[in-house]
């Protein structure tokens, strides 16, 4: 017998939160481990990735234990958030350092090193907070609701006689095309106040729902949702344009910060004064980088199919899976 659509869509969803879910305890290892900075960039994009995949199966009787296992996952990632912002920034250092012998060399030594410090004690404070999270504990406790979660009975097909396209579409599909509506209309209202404003966290707004939105469009692309690559594409660029801003932006708080230890501005004054010349030029990279997003953004390439993709209400059938296997 057929699956109904509903029961296909759940299970793809559920077998797709768990190869996720795989993916961040294969990866935990090497994070505690700390010498991999691509292994803690990977296990934060896994842990947004099943977020996004645990945002609908949270509608299933065990709803309470997912609900907190995702708490946790959030948790983790954010405790790693500040290695990571060092690792984009000693990437950053290393680079110049490689093609360049000018007089700021020496300043960027200096700057390394202190970056380099920040990272061994950030990570320190992060493999603590991932201890006190335990998540192998969360691994196996949510491993377990994922195997054996069930079809919410909401969801399931009516036993009833034969009825239109929209009649038999299922609250699951229906949860889907209401939740692409109500991230796309968050991330539309950030991008407009990104276009307008000079104020950082305008622009911040918009890279967080960029991305919120990118992983539930990547949801729909590994159920098959036909025309969603465009737009999915579309979002990868506009995310990379935001994040070569913000990692300037973190670039300037680190320099920031570290100026302003009153140690070092009275045993290193001159060096100092070096590293304020460095805020000033990254100043100006970020001024750069702000405009060559904003005027990315009002270019719109892309949008307007992004706009005709995107599932109207009461067009839920665009939510269909196709035949083709989920993609981690």
Same mark, same amino acid.
């Given at each position: 017998?057929?699956? @109904?659509?509903?029961? +296909?869509?759940?299970?793809?969803?559920?077998?797709?939160?768990?190869?996720?879910?795989?993916?961040?305890?294969?990866?935990?290892?090497?994070? +505690?481990?700390?010498?991999?900075?691509?292994?803690?960039?990977?296990?934060?994009?896994? /842990?947004?990735?099943?977020?996004?995949?645990?945002?609908?199966?949270?509608? /299933?009787?065990?709803?309470?234990?997912?609900?907190?296992?995702?708490?946790?996952?959030?948790?983790?990632?954010?405790?790693?958030?500040?290695?990571?912002? &060092?690792?984009?920034?000693?990437?950053?250092?290393?680079?110049?350092?490689?093609?360049?012998?000018?007089?700021?060399?020496? *300043?960027?030594?200096?700057? #390394?090193?202190?970056?380099?410090?920040?990272?061994?004690?950030?990570?320190?404070?992060?493999?603590?907070?991932?201890?006190? #999270?335990?998540? %192998?504990?969360?691994? *196996?406790?949510?491993? *377990?609701?994922?195997? &054996?979660? *069930?079809?919410?009975?909401?969801?399931?097909? /009516?036993?009833?006689? @034969?009825?239109?396209?929209?009649?038999?579409?299922?609250?699951?599909?229906?949860?889907?095309?209401?939740?692409?509506?109500?991230?796309?209309?968050?991330?539309?209202?950030?991008? %407009?106040?990104?276009?307008?404003?000079?104020?950082?966290?305008?622009?911040?707004?918009?890279?967080?729902?960029?991305?919120?939105?990118?992983?539930?469009?990547?949801? +729909?692309?590994?159920?098959?949702?036909?025309?969603?690559? @465009?737009?999915?594409?579309?979002?990868?660029?506009?995310?990379?344009?935001?994040?070569?801003?913000?990692?300037?932006?973190?670039?300037?708080?680190?320099?920031?910060?570290?100026?302003?230890?009153?140690?070092?501005?009275?045993?290193?004054?001159? +060096? %100092?004064?070096?590293?304020?010349?460095?805020?000033?030029?990254?100043?100006?990279?970020?001024?750069?980088?702000?405009?060559?997003?904003?005027?990315?953004?009002?270019?719109?390439?892309?949008?307007? %199919?992004?706009?005709?993709?995107?599932?109207? @209400?009461? &067009?839920?059938?665009?939510?269909?899976? /196709?035949?083709?296997?989920?993609?981690?």
């Amino acid at each position: 017998m057929a699956m @109904p659509e509903g029961a +296909l869509v759940w299970d793809r969803l559920r077998k797709l939160a768990l190869r996720r879910l795989n993916r961040m305890m294969r990866l935990e290892p090497r994070v +505690l481990r700390g010498d991999d900075p691509d292994a803690i960039h990977d296990f934060r994009v896994a /842990s947004r990735r099943l977020q996004s995949a645990l945002d609908f199966l949270m509608r /299933s009787p065990q709803a309470a234990e997912i609900r907190k296992a995702r708490r946790k996952i959030k948790r983790c990632r954010r405790a790693c958030s500040e290695v990571r912002n &060092c690792d984009v920034f000693i990437q950053r250092i290393e680079k110049l350092l490689a093609r360049s012998r000018g007089p700021h060399r020496e *300043t960027w030594e200096a700057v #390394l090193d202190y970056v380099r410090e920040r990272r061994r004690k950030a990570h320190a404070k992060a493999s603590k907070k991932l201890g006190k #999270l335990n998540f %192998a504990q969360v691994y *196996t406790q949510l491993r *377990t609701h994922l195997e &054996c979660i *069930t079809l919410p009975a909401s969801a399931e097909p /009516s036993s009833g006689p @034969p009825q239109g396209l929209q009649q038999r579409e299922s609250q699951l599909q229906k949860l889907i095309s209401k939740r692409l509506r109500q991230t796309r209309a968050n991330f539309e209202a950030c991008i %407009a106040n990104a276009r307008g404003l000079s104020d950082v966290q305008a622009v911040h707004r918009a890279r967080i729902a960029t991305k919120k939105l990118r992983y539930l469009v990547e949801i +729909l692309d590994d159920l098959g949702v036909q025309n969603s690559r @465009p737009a999915l594409t579309w979002l990868r660029e506009l995310q990379q344009q935001l994040g070569d801003w913000h990692d300037v932006e973190v670039a300037e708080q680190i320099l920031e910060e570290m100026v302003a230890q009153p140690e070092f501005l009275r045993e290193r004054l001159n +060096l %100092a004064m070096q590293v304020m010349r460095l805020i000033a030029q990254n100043r100006k990279a970020k001024s750069r980088l702000l405009a060559r997003s904003r005027e990315w953004i009002l270019a719109g390439a892309g949008d307007e %199919a992004f706009r005709l993709w995107v599932p109207s @209400p009461g &067009c839920a059938e665009k939510v269909k899976p /196709s035949a083709a296997p989920c993609r981690d």
